[in-house]
C-alpha cells in the first residue's frame, strides 16, 4: 500500500508510492543507509534485505561503501563525498547521531546531529506517486563551512552494467539525447554557469544497458535547481553506482551558522518499469501533477514578434502584427526585445526599464488595449537579471553587477550579469516588475549570459551569491505570481538555458530553442521530452529561411512540428502569402482541437528522430489520440512501414475524423497504422483517432 512505514525493531523505514519502493535504515553507528529501491515491495518482504551487506574482508574497504543515504566523508568513507563540512577547529570528518523521524503526509523527516559538533542535518523524503522527493537541511549552532550539500545519494542496484541517458547540447541545439555505458570511476554532469545551461541539463537515467523504448527497467534522478549544479554517478569495482547530486560550484563553499541554515533543492527519484517511455511518461505526470503552478490550464497560442521585428520594434509593428496574429487565431500576443531604454540594438538600453517613447509614443497602453480589444492575452519581453554596460541604470549602479575590484568585467552578447543576491538589486527588479505585471498578462523572462567574476565587494560571504542569486530570482517569481494571480511567465535563457524542475515549479512554459527550425527541433524536442512534458514546450512556426539555420520547410511540416508542443507562431506574419494565412489559419484551429491531447496526454515516442525515415510521436488522452509523423526525405520506390501506435485499448475500435477510416485498437497496436504520407521531401501527418463508443 501507497504510504511511509517505519519498522521499529529494524531502524528502517519503508516508503512505497503507487509501482514503486524505496527503504532506508540506520546502521548500527546510525548512519543511514539504504536498503532498497525498485518494484513495490511490502515491508515485510524488505525486512529480508536489512543486513544484507557484504562481509568486510579487507582491510581497504568500508562495508558501508556506496550505500550512504548520504554519503559523508571522514572515516573510513572514501566514496564521492555528498556531504562534505570542515568545523572551525579543522575537523572534517562527520559522524552521525541519529535524534528522530517525523512521518506526515507522505513527508519523512530524518534528523540527526554530529556526535560532537553543534551540526544538526535533517534528510527529507517526500512521495510524490512514484517519485520520491529529496532533500537536505543543514543547521549549526557555530561556524561550519560546507564544502558540498548534494540534496541525495541515490544508490542504484547491483547491476550486470549500467548505462547512462541523458542530454548534452549548446545555444541553439538544446537537449540531444545521448546513451552509453557508465565508465568506471566518476562521471560528472554539471554547469559552473551560474544558470542551468545549454550543454547539459540535471538530470541522468540509469538503466542495465538493456532497456528500450517500450520494456526495462530505469531509474531516473533530476534536480530542481536553475544555478549551478552536479551530478555525479560513480560507479565502484564492488559492483554499485550511485547518483549524488545538488546545487552547487567547485571552490566556493557554503558558510552555515546561526540563524543560517542551509536547505537544498531537491532532487527527484524515479523508477519504472515498461521502458524509457514508461519512464517520460511518469516524469510528465509528476511534473503536470506537482511541480507546474497552474497544471489543468490549456496553454494558449501565442504569437512573439523576435524573428520578425528583431529589434526594430515600433508601435505600428507591433499593432499590424498583433492584428494579423488574431486573424490566425492567436490567444496571446507577445512583444520581444527592444520596446525599453535605448535598447535598439543588442548594445546598449537593458536595464532601463521604461518605455521607449520615439517607439511608444504614449507607452504601452494603446498597443496592451489594442491587443486586448483583438481578443488577445498581452505579453512582454523581459531580462531583469542584466544590464548593458551602455544604459543609465548601469552608469547609476556600476557596483550592481557581479564583479571583482582588480578584475575585468567579462561582457558576454554586450551585457553583465546584475547581482540579485543584492536586496537592492532585488527590490529594483521587484518594484518595475511588479508595476509591468499590472500591465501584461504574460512575461517571457530572459537570461542571455552566465556568470562571470561572481564576485560582491564589501559582502562577507561572497560565494552565498551562488546559491542567494538563484534564490532571489526564485523569491521575485513567486511574489510576482502571489500578487498577480493571473500572470502567466515563460522561462527563457538564449532559448533553453534555463529548464529544469525549479525553474518549471514557478513558470507556465519554457522557450525550448532559439532554434525554430522544424528538422532541428524534432532532435530538440526528442531530449526535451525525455523528462519534461510537451504542456511546458514552447514552439513556434517560423519563417523561410530559417532566421538561425537557413533552411527552407513547407509550412505545414513546420506546424506539424511545433503543434506536438505549445503551439506559437513566431515568423514576420504581416508578409505571409494568402495561402499560408490560409493554412496556418486552418492549423491554428486544428491545434484548438487536438491541444488537450498534446498537452495533458501520455506521450508515446514511435519513431526516434531520423535523417533517413519516419519519425513519429503519439499523444493520448482518456478516448483520444493524435499520431504526428514526419519524414525529412524521399526516396523513390522506398517501402513505407505501417506506424505501430501504442497506449491505445486492443478491444477498442478508432475512428480517424479526418478520413472516415476505422481501426481496431489491437489491429494499431499489432500491425500498425498506414501513413499515406505525401509524396516529397518534407512530408508529415498529423491523424486523429477517437474512440468509438458503444
Ligand atoms: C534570446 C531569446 O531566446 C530570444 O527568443 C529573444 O527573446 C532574444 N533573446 C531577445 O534578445
Redesign the pocket.
Known amino acids: 500500500m501507497a504510504g511511509i512505514s517505519f519498522l521499529d525493531e529494524h531502524r528502517t523505514w519503508v516508503l512505497t508510492g503507487e509501482t514503486s519502493t524505496y527503504a532506508l535504515r540506520l546502521g548500527e553507528d546510525d548512519v543511514p543507509v539504504h536498503v532498497y529501491w525498485g518494484p513495490a515491495l511490502p515491508a515485510t518482504a524488505v525486512v529480508e534485505l536489512i543486513g544484507k551487506t557484504l562481509p568486510w574482508w579487507d582491510g581497504f574497504n568500508d562495508p558501508g561503501e556506496g550505500v550512504d543515504e548520504l554519503a559523508a566523508d571522514g572515516g573510513t568513507r572514501y566514496w564521492t563525498p555528498a556531504l562534505q563540512v570542515r568545523f572551525a577547529d579543522g575537523t572534517r570528518a562527520l559522524e552521525w547521531r541519529y535524534e528522530s523521524h517525523h512521518i506526515a503526509a507522505g513527508h519523512l523527516r530524518l534528523s540527526f546531529a554530529d556526535r560532537h559538533y553543534p551540526l544538526r542535518i535533517t534528510l527529507h523524503y517526500r512521495l510524490r506517486g512514484d517519485v520520491l522527493e529529496r532533500w537536505t537541511e543543514l543547521s549549526a549552532g557555530t561556524d561550519v563551512e560546507v564544502v558540498r550539500a548534494d540534496s541525495a545519494t541515490w544508490a542504484l542496484p547491483i547491476f550486470e552494467d549500467y548505462r547512462l541517458s541523458h542530454v548534452t547540447g549548446r545555444w541553439a541545439a538544446e537537449t540531444r539525447l545521448q546513451r552509453g555505458f557508465a565508465h568506471h570511476g566518476e562521471t560528472v554532469f554539471a554547469s559552473r554557469r551560474g544558470i542551468t545551461g545549454h550543454h547539459a541539463n540535471p538530470w541522468v537515467m540509469v538503466d542495465d544497458g538493456t532497456a528500450t523504448e517500450r520494456h526495462g527497467e530505469v531509474y531516473g534522478v533530476a534536480l530542481a535547481w536553475s544555478g549551478s549544479w552536479r551530478l555525479t554517478t560513480t560507479r565502484a569495482s564492488t559492483g554499485r553506482l550511485t547518483v549524488s547530486g545538488g546545487f552547487g560550484q567547485d571552490g566556493v563553499v557554503h558558510r552555515v551558522g546561526p540563524g543560517r541554515p542551509l536547505t537544498t533543492p531537491v532532487s527527484a527519484g524515479l523508477y519504472t518499469a515498461g521502458g524509457f517511455g514508461a519512464a517520460s511518461r511518469a516524469w510528465h505526470a509528476y511534473v503536470r501533477a506537482h511541480v507546474l503552478p497552474h497544471p489543468g490550464e490549456l496553454r494558449p497560442v501565442l504569437y512573439n514578434s523576435?524573428e520578425a521585428t528583431g529589434f526594430d520594434v515600433t508601435e505600428a509593428g507591433q499593432l499590424a502584427l498583433a492584428e494579423r496574429a488574431a486573424a490566425l487565431g492567436v490567444e496571446l500576443f507577445v512583444m520581444?526585445?527592444g520596446w525599453f531604454g535605448a535598447r535598439t540594438g543588442?548594445h546598449a538600453g537593458l536595464g532601463d526599464w521604461h518605455v521607449n517613447r520615439s517607439r511608444f509614443p504614449d507607452g504601452l497602453k494603446p498597443l496592451v488595449d489594442a491587443v486586448h480589444g483583438l481578443g488577445m492575452q498581452f505579453g512582454i519581453?523581459v531580462e531583469p537579471e542584466m544590464v548593458n554596460p551602455d544604459s543609465d541604470l548601469y552608469r547609476a549602479h556600476p557596483d550592481w553587477v557581479l564583479h571583482h575590484p582588480h578584475r575585468r568585467r567579462s561582457e558576454l552578447q554586450r551585457q553583465l550579469v546584475l547581482n540579485f543576491a543584492r536586496p537592492d538589486v532585488a527590490a529594483w527588479a521587484h518594484e518595475w516588475l511588479d508595476r509591468l505585471a499590472g500591465t501584461a498578462d504574460f512575461l517571457?523572462w530572459?537570461m542571455?549570459r552566465p556568470f562571470s567574476e561572481a564576485g560582491w565587494p564589501g559582502e562577507a560571504d561572497q560565494d552565498r551569491l551562488w546559491v542567494d542569486h538563484t534564490r532571489a530570482v526564485y523569491a521575485l517569481l513567486d511574489r510576482l505570481r502571489a500578487d498577480h494571480p493571473g500572470l502567466r511567465i515563460e522561462s527563457?535563457a538564449?532559448?533553453g538555458g534555463r529548464i529544469d524542475l525549479g525553474v518549471l515549479a514557478r513558470t507556465d512554459q519554457v522557450?525550448t530553442s532559439?532554434n525554430t527550425d522544424a528538422l532541428d527541433r524534432l532532435r530538440i524536442q526528442h531530449g526535451y521530452g525525455q523528462l519534461y512534458p510537451a504542456r511546458a514546450m514552447s514552439a513556434w512556426v517560423t519563417d523561410n529561411p530559417n532566421f538561425v539555420t537557413a533552411r527552407s520547410i513547407p509550412l505545414g511540416f513546420r506546424f506539424h512540428v511545433a503543434m506536438a508542443g505549445v503551439l506559437g507562431l513566431g515568423g514576420d506574419i504581416v508578409q505571409w502569402s494568402e495561402d499560408d494565412l490560409a493554412l496556418a489559419r486552418e492549423l491554428v484551429a486544428r491545434y484548438k482541437n487536438i491541444r488537450a491531447v498534446v498537452q495533458h496526454g501520455a506521450l508515446y515516442r514511435l519513431r526516434p528522430p531520423v535523417d533517413d525515415g519516419v519519425t513519429a510521436v503519439q499523444y493520448v488522452l482518456a478516448d483520444r489520440a493524435v499520431v504526428f509523423a514526419y519524414r525529412q526525405s524521399a526516396h523513390f520506390n522506398a517501402p513505407e512501414r505501417p506506424l505501430r501506435l501504442d497506449g491505445l485499448d486492443p478491444a477498442a475500435k478508432y475512428l480517424d475524423p479526418d478520413s472516415g477510416r476505422t481501426h481496431s485498437g489491437a489491429v494499431l497496436l499489432a500491425h500498425g497504422l498506414p501513413l499515406d504520407l505525401p509524396a516529397g521531401d518534407f512530408a508529415s501527418v498529423v491523424i486523429r483517432l477517437d474512440r468509438i463508443k458503444i
Do not use: L
Open positions: 523576435w520581444d526585445d543588442d519581453w517571457k530572459d542571455n527563457c538564449g532559448g522557450w532559439d
